[in-house]
């Protein structure tokens, strides 16, 4: 079946430095890729899709590369924000698409230290 | 800031009870999503419609019912609520397919279910 890996610890940085977080999945070879921000008790919020022709894409600060060949997604925050702090949740359509359904990783939390 | 709500917030109930979370929108998307999710894990889906009167179940077997009588509402119910099904439940909708956004999801703020 599929899965949806991200780590599972927290990372922790410093404000201003670049935060990294990572998305492998398994099993198929998806459409597209989307990263979401989830804050505590609060539902997921859209930050950007990727999709499998597209090798990178950009917005504001955030940065998401997609390598199909090694089945794995890159998320970068550059110049972070303690205000940046979160879950970030990688999320894939399923196998076989489906009305536009995703599957969802477990998350990363980041936490930006001043 | 997306137009999807959800009440109540927060819901602590008794064993037995039966419940309705509500769900609206006011974006007119045609699809909509419950999800389910714990603490720390992940977002695993329960139900789904594309439209009126059009919905399925999800990945995740729940004993939970929903209907979509009206585009902008999607509202979940429990018939008889078990300690089990305490968790917090997540709506979202999508836009309609030949749209350049549509497989964003807009979330609501959430229902925590405590049940008791």
């Known amino acids: 079946s599929q899965k949806i890996e991200q780590n599972s610890e927290a990372l922790n940085i410093q404000e201003g430095k670049t935060a990294t977080l990572t998305c492998n999945y398994t099993n198929y070879s998806p459409a597209y890729l989307q990263w979401y921000r989830q804050d505590p008790g609060r539902g997921p919020v859209f930050l950007l899709l990727i999709r499998e022709n597209e090798k990178e894409k950009r917005k504001e600060r955030l940065k998401v590369t997609f390598d199909t060949t090694l089945k794995q997604s890159l998320f970068h925050i550059t110049a972070s924000q303690p205000a940046d702090s979160a879950t970030y949740l990688c999320a894939l359509p399923p196998r076989g698409g489906g009305y536009n359904k995703l599957i969802f990783g477990a998350g990363t939390r980041l936490a930006v230290h001043p | 800031e997306a137009d999807i709500y959800q009440t109540p917030r927060y819901l602590v109930i008794g064993t037995g009870k039966k419940i309705t979370l509500e769900c609206s929108q006011t974006m007119g998307h045609d699809k909509m999503y419950w999800y389910q999710q714990d603490p720390g894990m992940e977002l695993h889906l329960i139900h789904y419609?594309?439209?009126?009167?059009?919905?399925e179940k999800g990945d995740l077997s729940s004993e939970s019912t929903v209907s979509r009588i009206r585009t902008e509402h999607f509202p979940l119910t429990l018939e008889s609520a078990r300690p089990s099904h305490t968790s917090q439940y997540l709506c979202a909708s999508s836009e309609s397919q030949g749209t350049s956004r549509k497989y964003e999801q807009y979330f609501g703020p959430g229902t925590r279910l405590t049940v008791t």
């Open positions: 419609s594309y439209g009126v009167n059009s919905t």
